[in-house]
């Protein structure tokens, strides 16, 4: 027999919260935020056949939900700490129900997340999560601190999970090796939270890079009235998207590295005296932080190939209303 709505909350999605009052079971949940605190909140919504396809795997997909909204609070050196999790789902099917529930938890147990909440209806399926963390007051990254001078940095490596995206999608082929490494980065982003932490009083300003680098760091760059100049030599790439850029599928593994999207690393501003200090955070966390440019005085971003020239049109940033 069928789930009813109860049952399946009940089965798969209540647990005992540790860091809330009051978790999953009432008309609200109870949190009691840090004293000195600021709480940061955000949220993000996943449709099938837009952000995901329909027959993804689940438990891929329960990471990603929460995944996306991690990534927000790590965009603003906030520590999650809460989500609550609204869905729409075509059919209460247990096994998919169970994975997808393994995934999510999963993830919001390696960053000691509580889900306290959410709601869940019948419908085309479609996830919906809300995030709160916190940040002490005053000091949450914002996209609007950088300054002419400051030097532009990028978490990991960008253009992956894009160049899965376009061999899904038939307009490149990848082989198994390639696809196996861009699909994890397309399935199972990793959240950069610890960075995110790391970079309050450093960063002047800081994004999650989710609708690609280009039209991301343009969102910085308007809110901080600012320009910025990058050079497609020095953004981090994976040995498959390297390889790419140098033979014929060039111009989309360059779409890929400057407008791909769903990359999920931080891309941040900096003084060019916390030079070291990124330098041995990088070490410490043990993910690369490469500095790609810097932030001009002239408003305006201009993007410089790999011979000096900079590059007429820009790929442009991705948009849900267009794409
Ligand atoms: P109400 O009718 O008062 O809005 P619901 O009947 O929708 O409450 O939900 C019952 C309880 O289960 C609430 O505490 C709600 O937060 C929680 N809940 C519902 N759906 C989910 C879900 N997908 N994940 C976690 N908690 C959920
Ligand atoms: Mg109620």
Not at 55 to 64: E, Q, R, S, T
Request: hydrophobic share 50%; proline share 5%; net charge negative.
């Amino acid at each position: 027999m069928a789930l009813s709505e109860f049952e399946l909350i009940e089965r798969f999605f209540r647990r005992p919260a540790r860091h809330a009052v009051l978790g999953v079971g009432d008309d609200a949940a109870l949190v009691a935020p840090t004293p000195g605190c600021e709480l940061a909140v955000s949220v993000d919504m996943l449709v099938a056949g837009r952000h995901f396809f329909a027959d993804v795997d689940p438990a891929a997909l329960g990471h990603k939900a929460l995944a996306v909204n991690l990534s927000d609070m790590a965009a603003m050196g906030a520590r999650p700490r809460w989500a609550l999790l609204a869905g729409a789902l075509p059919d209460a099917d247990p096994a998919w129900l169970g994975a997808f529930a393994r995934g999510f938890f999963a993830l919001a147990d390696a960053y000691d997340v509580d889900l306290i909440g959410g709601d869940t209806t019948q419908g085309p399926l479609n996830l919906c999560v809300t995030i709160l963390g916190e940040a002490p007051a005053g000091q949450a990254l914002r996209r609007s601190g950088a300054k002419a001078g400051d030097a532009i940095y990028v978490s990991g490596s960008l253009g992956d999970a894009a160049l899965a995206l376009a061999h899904h999608r038939g307009r490149i082929v990848l082989a198994a090796d390639e696809l196996a490494l861009c699909d994890r980065a397309l399935l199972r982003p990793e959240p950069r939270v610890a960075l995110g932490q790391r970079l309050r009083g450093l960063a002047t300003a800081a994004i999650d890079v989710s609708d690609g680098l280009v039209g991301d760091l343009g969102h910085v760059l308007d809110a901080s009235g600012v320009g910025a100049a990058v050079t497609v030599a020095a953004l981090p790439r994976s040995t498959t998207l390297a390889h790419r850029l140098e033979g014929a599928d060039r111009a989309l593994a360059l779409d890929c590295l400057l407008a791909g999207g769903d990359d999920y690393e931080l891309c941040f501003t900096a003084p060019a005296r916390a030079g070291a200090k990124l330098d041995a955070l990088a070490g410490q966390l043990d993910l690369p932080l490469t500095r790609i440019g810097s932030i001009e005085k002239r408003a305006g971003l201009v993007v410089r190939d790999e011979q000096g020239r900079t590059l007429e049109t820009l790929p442009a940033a991705f948009d849900h209303f267009r794409a």
